[in-house]
């Protein structure tokens, strides 16, 4: 009787050798998942930022990452100036700017 328990374990070792791409599904479709809802819509934002700041111009009402609103008085290199009171120039590097004003309204009255 002893023979034949042996003889069972044997069999059920040798059917743990399965196909790795199967073993391996899980992973491949976590990481399709994370591309498709958060790496590609991450991309597309940081390319439409991107344009963005490349059009930036003269007269556009802009808001900085850190909150400060105002209007485009000169676009150098990487440095805007932005008048954010009458006569109160101040110098922002373009990265800092986040968006056009025309979002917050939009966000607001939602």
């Not at 399965?18 to 790496?39: C, E, H, R, S, T």
């Not at 900085?64 to 008048?83: A, P």
């Amino acid at each position: 009787m002893l023979g034949l328990a042996f003889a069972m374990a044997g069999g059920q070792a040798q059917q743990g050798g399965g196909n790795p791409i199967v073993a391996f599904l899980p992973l491949i479709l976590i990481f399709v998942i994370f591309y498709f809802l958060l790496i590609r819509p991450q991309q597309k934002r940081a390319k439409e930022h991107q344009k963005f700041l490349e059009a930036l111009k003269r007269g556009d009402k802009v808001f900085t990452s850190g909150g400060i609103i105002g209007h485009v008085v000169r676009v150098e290199d990487n440095v805007v100036t932005l008048e954010i009171a009458k006569d109160v120039h101040i110098k922002v590097l373009k990265s800092y700017i986040a968006g056009p004003v025309s979002i917050l309204t939009q966000e607001k009255s939602k």
